[in-house]
Each structure stands twice: as C-alpha cells, then as structure tokens.
C-alpha cells in the first residue's frame, strides 16, 4: 500500500516540475546608473544605462532619476534581450521606492503576503 502512495506522489511531483518549468518570471537585478541617453523628462521616456557590477544594460522609465543612483531594473521573463524598465530605487540601506512598471503588467504573486 505504501508503494501506491508513493508512486501517486511521484505523479504528482513531475506534473508539477513539467507545468513548472514551463512557466516565465520576471527577473529583478539591482545596478547602478552611470549615465543618461538625452535629457531626461518627468513623464517621458528615458533611456539610462545601467551597470550590475558585471554587466552593463539599456533601461527604460518615465521617471527621472540621477548618475549614481542604486536601481532596480526588471527583465521581463528572465529574458535579457528584452526591454528592460526601472521599477525602484534604493533610497539607502532598507528604504525603498517603487514605480509602477510601464507595461502596466504586474501581477502579485505573493498573495498579499
């Protein structure tokens, strides 16, 4: 009887690793911004480029922000030929300010947590 159980578990946990893995998530890294493509206006948008300490990347926010700042940058999908946005800043060690990404397309998998 053991056995079936097992077994029945086993199912279970490969149906769950295929639907899994089939599943796309957005990736969030932190950087630095070390320069802005053209002048950068509230409400319009801006181009910055932005270095993780190893690599460095094209952003995209409606916000303004300056050299320097610490932020965070989602890639959509994990997937980093894609358009990549600001979605926050690190205003020191714990605070934080987010923005609402462009897309408009967050989803809150958390529950409310």
């Known amino acids: 009887m053991a056995d079936i159980g ?3 578990f086993e199912a279970f946990d490969i149906i769950i690793q ?3 893995s089939g599943l796309h998530f957005d990736k969030t890294i932190t950087g630095v911004i070390e320069s802005i493509e053209g002048i950068a206006e509230e409400g319009k948008e801006n181009k910055y480029i932005v270095n993780d300490g190893s690599t460095k990347y094209t952003v995209y926010s409606n916000n303004v922000y300056k050299v320097d700042t610490s932020v965070y940058v989602s890639i959509p999908n994990g997937d980093y030929t894609q358009k990549k946005f600001i979605v926050g800043y690190n205003l020191g060690q714990e ?3 987010s923005s609402t990404l462009e897309t408009d397309t967050f989803i809150d998998l958390t529950g409310a947590v």
């Open 95 to 97: 605070d934080v300010k």
């Open 18 to 20: 295929e639907r899994l």
């Open 6 to 8: 097992e077994k029945i």
